[in-house]
């Protein structure tokens, strides 16, 4: 009576709820699909990255006794689709059970249902999708930091009793500050690609070409040991330094002192509860100090739990929302990356190379001019979700959605996270040298940012002007002249009609996408 068990590309954790109970002649199954390659055009690291993990995890369990089934993507009987795909593995195997875990998308939560399958909770996180759901109910507003707090009274983590460790929940304003000239950051830990991966590379590069990004140098790990290594070399070199800096943004520099383990973390090499707990123990033994160890456990225990919750609490209308009607089309730059904003050609080159941009990069650089220019929340979205080998649905759509496009209306932020170019100015050195001047407002080698700013308020005035948190801007431009206003609406109007026809990676149009 043999139970076939699977397990998906981001399960990769050996103690996931699928796997418990395994018993001889019970049979694992692990699936490359085609489906799941393309049904947004993801990065061509990021398809590396989780094959190369699906493979090296299916060899682990191999090693240690497991009778794994496993389907590689250029096998010609490969089907393409989980559901087919699994069809075939009941014919070979027979079983008298399926057991897979809960999934981190709607979408394939939706497929699994209609499997005849056990389908398990996915016990990995701090908080269930029903405890949150719980936190949830009846309350007016869902914000983060109140459900942080009840997170971290629950684990323990960074608390002295019934208090908050320091005395204070959040640390947030001491993190805040652009990186001084003379502060250099540390070499970062990357993974030379073995037999393995080196195979998936040359299978994606063959059958992915006209995928975003670049495929070389890669770089991350693929493994649950390495992932170790990496997590180690983040406490160690980068975490005393993470908060002071972690605001901050540097020509050349996509990592500065952040972890780069999310990718680990949401395929399952790296759990949460012990990268937190190593934080905290870097801060009890004085190898960090408590701003940034707490500025990066919120990060895990607040902003990534509350997410997860958020998402599955409002799947699956949530994506279908536009609060404030913003419908403009991609522009090409965010695929090429060629455009004179110094900032957005910054961010979007540091994606194209790593598949990876730190938050501050993807809020209030890529995902402000996105909500500046009032591009449709669909199409960012997309962008998203396939630019960044961390990006699986449940993350990215609430973090894109809610966050930087304000598309839910208020559910999740306070307010839209709107900025001109002083912020990007503050907080890096991409202004230096660009074509743009953010101390000019309006007219010739004015920053973009700064027009769009004021366009945004002008143009979401009935949206927006109620909000307490918008108060301030507001009677600020309550006070401004009617022909300023009009001249940054015209100027405005003028760049944004003058970006690029919106296209798809390669240049391939939006129209050949959809066809």
């Not at 490969?78 to 079983?95: C, D, K, V, Y």
């Not at 780069?260 to 190898?287: F, K, Q």
């Not at 507001?474 to 919106?502: N, V």
């Amino acid at each position: 009576m043999n139970t076939l068990r699977i397990v998906l590309g981001d399960q990769l954790t050996r103690s996931i709820s699928s796997l418990r109970g395994y018993e001889p002649g019970d049979v694992v199954l692990m699936m490359e699909v085609l489906e799941e390659a393309t049904y947004v055009r993801h990065h061509k690291q990021k398809l590396t990255f989780i094959f190369s993990g699906m493979r090296h995890f299916a060899e682990g369990l191999r090693r240690v006794g497991f009778n794994v089934d496993y389907v590689k993507l250029d096998d010609p009987a490969n089907t393409g689709t989980f559901t087919s795909e699994l069809q075939r593995a009941i014919a070979r195997h027979a079983p008298a059970s399926i057991v897979v875990t809960e999934p981190g998308e709607w979408r394939v939560l939706e497929m699994m249902k209609t499997w005849d399958a056990d389908i398990r909770e996915d016990e990995r996180f701090f908080a269930s999708r029903a405890r949150f759901a719980r936190w949830a109910d009846g309350r007016k507003q869902l914000r983060m930091e109140f459900f942080y707090r009840e997170m971290r009274r629950a684990s323990g983590l960074l608390m002295d009793g019934d208090d908050p460790a320091g005395g204070q929940w959040n640390f947030d304003h001491d993190n805040r500050k652009a990186l001084p000239k003379d502060v250099k950051s540390p070499r970062r830990l990357r993974f030379e690609p073995d037999a393995i991966t080196r195979e998936v590379m040359a299978m994606v590069q063959a059958r992915f070409a006209d995928h975003f990004g670049e495929l070389e140098p890669f770089g991350w790990a693929v493994t649950r040991e390495d992932a170790l290594e990496a997590l180690d070399h983040f406490i160690a070199a980068c975490l005393p330094s993470f908060g002071d800096y972690q605001d901050a943004m540097k020509r050349g520099n996509a990592f500065l002192f952040h972890s780069v383990i999310s990718p680990y973390l949401n395929v399952g090499l790296l759990t949460p509860r012990e990268i937190c707990d190593r934080a905290e123990e870097a801060w009890r033994i004085g190898t960090a100090p408590l701003n940034a160890v707490e500025g990066f456990i919120r990060q895990i225990l607040g902003w990534r739990e509350y997410v997860r919750g958020l998402y599955w609490l409002k799947m699956p209308d949530y994506p279908e929302t536009n609060a404030l009607n913003a419908m403009r089309p991609l522009p090409d730059f965010y695929w090429t990356g060629e455009t004179d904003m110094n900032c957005m050609a910054e961010a979007i080159g540091d994606t194209r190379r790593h598949a990876y941009a730190h938050h501050i990069q993807r809020l209030m650089v890529t995902g402000n001019f996105a909500l500046l220019a009032g591009l449709d929340p669909r199409a960012v979205e997309e962008w998203y979700l396939l630019v960044y080998a961390d990006a699986f649905e449940w993350v990215e759509l609430p973090n894109t959605h809610g966050m930087a496009l304000f598309a839910d209306g208020g559910i999740m932020a306070s307010k839209p996270y709107a900025a001109s170019g002083a912020y990007i100015d503050r907080m890096s050195d991409y202004c230096d040298g660009c074509a743009y001047d953010p101390a000019v407002k309006l007219g010739k080698n004015a920053c973009p940012f700064n027009i769009l700013y004021w366009d945004f308020l002008i143009r979401n005035e009935a949206a927006l002007t109620s909000n307490p948190r918008m108060a301030m801007p507001y009677r600020t431009l309550a006070k401004m002249e009617a022909s300023r206003k009009a001249q940054i609406e015209r100027e405005a109007r003028a760049f944004l009609d003058g970006l690029d026809r919106p296209t798809g990676p390669k240049g391939v149009s939006q129209l050949t996408l959809e066809l």
